[in-house]
């Protein structure tokens, strides 16, 4: 999805803020969603008049992969409090279940935790119409409904493929495929990790280099709504079990469906069948799943490092093509990064300059974080291949749950799981003397052979 | 369509926030009405009403004084928490956030600026 600018008098990349606002009420960008929301609402504020088209060739109401953006489909915990705060409370149509608990499964046994005000902060959704051959509904899509946000603050919706993006007198060039052919002030890149269009904006000659991206595997189970209610309620369930290449798997709960997503390194169909033949998993789905296929899947990528010069003058990417968060709360890092780039460019410009000097900073700050992100994941690996640190870790939940005491542990794995924390404060968290005492304790007890559940 | 299972459910006459707390949340109506009361004395003035996606308790966030109002549900109502923490971590990496909270402020002092004329007219 792009934005673009009107062909109009001005050349000058380095407009003051001033300048560039007085300006902009001639001028139309072309951009993603929540920038284009963010844009028009703070140009709104300002009295200023922004012409905002979003290239957008996917119709959200389709079914299956061609109206879906591919993805797990959880709004973090602080994402619908901070939504809310913004006026954007998500309606009921909109998402498939509130979930109020995380049930961390290992290969000896699972571990309940569940929200710190046992409130329903988290929603799962479909990011298009919803799986391949589900029937029509009254759900509504994640990513349709956002489009119809900005839409109705005044973005034009363009449903056209983009073709190639040139420069043209300075300014940016978007062609369609259908031949139409347009330059703009401003173009604004939320391609997506799964495009060819990242293509597009490499060879735009600025630096701009795609982020480093792993194949992850997204498939739908129609379980039927009892059956989801009955064996895994509100919660999402993770799995950190000891199978190579795998860093984890969820299971969320959506409505009739179970949504299962795997990361790890190269995941292939035989890693899945192996996943879906593990005694833990089996344990959370229908006894007669075994010959369960799934309705509708994917192998999309997923963003693991950030891009290389992500801007320029009167060109920025956000979200995914820019930075996201580590196997976490892409969704969340999407709009940081588009309120993060909409108020520069309207606030400070769209010069590479302002970009750097104001946008920029967001996104190191996510990838510094996501460096504490690799050490937490690390960690979690190492407990992986170790049944008995396996054993601790659930001991260590069992009791912070039984004894109602400090829950450090249930915390950090909260906000590891939810992405409700940067993972820096988890990082900290976890480096509490009192931490490692207890889960050395339950070495200690899972050596003289004590078996610890959460549950 | 089921109504909205966001956030946290409460009965009818549940008193979600009570006045001379702590305030550690700030609150968002996700569904149904909650009635503010401000305790005088031993009576009870009934301050607003409010409804979906209306905020409230952000006032002791800020001020860091005590509740200033009780809220109670006015029938079943839904009511998301927003914790501090997330409230200011967001505020720090972007103060445009806090616009919406600020728009809202100045109307309950705009109605507030009403009020008390109609009343030192009233009692002219």
Request: with cysteine.
């Amino acid at each position: 999805m792009i934005y673009s600018g009107l062909k109009d008098t001005t050349t000058s990349n380095h407009a003051s803020p001033g300048e560039w606002v007085a300006r902009s009420c001639h001028r139309r960008r072309a951009g993603r969603v929540p920038f284009s929301y963010f844009l028009l609402e703070t140009a709104a504020r300002l009295d200023t008049g922004i012409v905002v088209d979003v290239f957008e060739p996917r119709d959200f109401s389709k079914l299956g992969p061609s109206g879906c953006n591919m993805c797990g489909g959880i709004v973090s915990e602080s994402l619908v409090q901070i939504l809310a705060t913004e006026g954007i409370n998500l309606p009921r149509a909109v998402y498939k279940r509130g979930v109020d608990s995380y049930v961390l499964h290992m290969d000896v046994g699972r571990a309940f935790i569940d929200t710190p005000l046992h409130e329903k902060r988290i929603v799962s959704v479909h990011r298009g119409g919803g799986p391949m051959g589900s029937k029509p509904s009254a759900w509504r899509s994640f990513d349709g409904f956002l489009q119809a946000l900005a839409m109705a603050k005044g973005a034009r919706l363009v449903q056209e493929r983009v073709e190639s993006l040139a420069w043209k007198d300075g300014r940016p060039e978007v062609k369609t495929k259908n031949g139409r052919c347009e330059s703009y002030d401003l173009l604004v890149g939320a391609v997506g990790i799964n495009t060819s269009a990242l293509r597009l904006f490499e060879s735009m000659g600025f630096g701009y280099k795609a982020p480093r991206a792993t194949k992850t595997h997204i498939c739908e189970f129609q379980l039927g709504k009892e059956n989801v209610e009955k064996h895994l309620g509100s919660s999402i369930h993770v799995f950190l079990l000891n199978l190579p290449r795998l860093e984890f798997a969820a299971l969320i709960p959506k409505g009739d469906y179970a949504t299962l997503c795997l990361m790890g390194q190269e995941i292939d169909a035989d890693l899945v069948k192996t996943f879906l033949q593990h005694p833990e998993v089996r344990e959370c789905l229908p006894p007669d799943a075994g010959g369960l296929k799934p309705c509708c899947q994917c192998y999309p990528k997923m963003n693991v490092g950030e891009a290389v010069q992500p801007f320029a003058d009167r060109v920025v990417l956000i979200g995914d093509s820019g930075v996201s968060r580590l196997y976490k709360d892409g969704i969340g890092a999407a709009y940081r990064t588009a309120k993060a780039a909409a108020l520069t460019s309207i606030l400070e410009g769209i010069s590479a300059d302002a970009f750097r000097q104001k946008y920029w900073p967001t996104c190191r700050k996510i990838a510094t974080d996501n460096g504490f992100g690799h050490a937490v994941f690390a960690a979690t690996r190492q407990i992986q291949r170790r049944r008995r640190a396996h054993h601790a870790l659930l001991g260590v939940v069992a009791a912070e749950r039984r004894n109602c005491r400090a829950r450090t542990m249930s915390t950090a794995l909260w906000d590891t799981f939810t992405g409700s924390a940067p993972y820096r404060e988890v990082f900290m968290r976890t480096l509490r003397p009192g931490l490692g005492m207890r889960m050395l304790w339950q070495l200690i007890l899972g050596r003289k052979g004590t078996v610890a559940s959460a549950e | 369509m089921p109504s909205s299972i966001l956030g946290r459910r409460y009965r009818d006459g549940d008193t979600i926030v009570r006045q001379g707390e702590k305030g550690e949340h700030m609150y968002v109506i996700q569904m149904g009405q909650v009635e503010v009361v401000e305790e005088v004395g031993d009576k009870e003035v009934r301050l607003s009403v409010l409804g979906d996606g209306d905020i409230f308790g952000e006032m002791a966030l800020f001020d860091h004084q005590a509740r200033s109002a009780t809220v109670r549900a006015l029938g079943e109502v839904r009511v998301l928490t927003v914790d501090k923490r997330t409230l200011m971590r967001r505020l720090q990496e972007d103060p445009s956030f806090a616009l919406r909270l600020i728009q809202r402020m100045a109307s309950r002092i705009r109605e507030l600026n009403t009020e008390v004329a109609r009343l030192k007219a009233a009692s002219m």
